[in-house]
């Protein structure tokens, strides 16, 4: 194998023409310059300098050698340069998958904020409902995967091999027609629902939303789904269902012709942002999970 140093060690040589030579420009002994030279000839398996009086003289191995090193110690040098870049975050870059919840409310803050301190950190945003995300994540088509799960749902196990950062607990609120008789009232109990046509959301939402329901009694009435949370309000708004959405959600989204109440009883989704081991000591992708945690409200959350 041959060594960095050792290439660098023949191209002072070339140039200075002289072991001693090699040695004052390299801050070395000329028997160091010589063991070394020695170490890679033994590596290559041929002569690579030949005495010429005074002076040593490249063979034609070690001239093309020569050619071959002043490229290798560019490259090694233009990648030292790079590496210490990332890892003094003057440079980066993040791959985020986030639900759109949270696209819409934590990721502008937290980006901004990252793109504030660490300019040459670049960070891109591709949208994904979990689990999709995170299984983007464990194939390494993402760096940090925003996702969400329910409390006391079944899986409490799906993320023990990811590094999880909490960010906030998201309480679930009823969505109502204007004109809806329960339209007044602060709070709803979810059974008080039973006879309404619903609207759904994403995947994950309606199977929340079908568990809840049957608890309190009935199945939910499912008229329209859709993961676009715009949509639900609209359909809502229209007096077509009634709906149940995270809070994060209206954030985001002005509920015209609807109002929201709180629902009985309580259902939370827990929001986090997950990564790989390997990937937390990254420097680029934990100034991410940290502006995330500040856009949450939490900058200490573990």
């Known amino acids: 194998m041959i060594e960095a140093r050792h290439l660098r060690v023949l191209r002072a040589v070339a140039t200075t023409g002289s072991f001693s030579a090699a040695g004052r420009e ?4 000329q028997p160091a310059v010589s063991q070394q030279m020695k170490a ?5 398996g041929t002569p690579l300098l030949v005495r010429d009086g005074r002076e040593m003289r ?27 870049a990332i890892a003094g975050l003057r440079a ?33 945003l591709e949208e994904a409902e979990p689990p999709v995300s995170v299984d983007m994540l464990r194939a390494g088509e993402c760096d940090v995967a925003l996702a969400f799960r329910y409390e006391g749902a079944a899986g409490a196990k799906e993320w023990d091999d990811l590094v999880v950062r909490p960010l906030l607990t998201d309480r679930l609120v009823g969505l109502v027609p204007e004109r809806h008789p329960l339209a007044g ?7 008080e629902l039973a006879r309404e046509p619903w609207i759904a959301g994403c995947p994950r939402c309606r199977g929340q939303l079908v568990e809840v329901c049957e608890g309190a009694g009935f199945t ?25 959405l995270p809070q994060l959600a209206l954030e985001s989204v002005r509920p ?46 573990g």
């Open 256 to 301: 015209r012709h609807a109002r929201v109440l709180t629902l009985e009883p309580a259902v939370r989704r827990e929001i986090v942002a997950l990564t790989l081991p390997d990937l937390a000591r990254v420097p680029a992708v934990a100034a991410t999970l940290e502006q995330l945690g500040r856009a949450a409200g939490r900058p200490g959350a």
């Open 26 to 29: 390299l801050g070395c002994t």
């Open 220 to 244: 939910p009435r499912i008229d329209f789904a859709t993961d676009d949370y715009p949509a639900v309000v609209g359909l809502v708004g229209a007096g077509l269902g009634v709906a149940v």
């Open 58 to 84: 490249l063979t034609q191995a070690g001239e093309a050698l020569v050619r071959h090193a002043n490229g290798i110690l560019a490259g090694l040098t233009a990648a030292e340069e790079e590496v210490a």
């Open 40 to 44: 890679l000839e033994a590596s290559v």
């Open 185 to 191: 009232a602060g709070s709803v109990a979810i059974g």
């Open 92 to 124: 980066g870059r993040v791959r985020l998958v986030s639900f759109p919840s949270g696209s819409s409310t934590l990721v502008p803050t937290a980006l901004a904020a990252l793109r504030a301190a660490h300019p040459g950190t670049r960070v891109s």
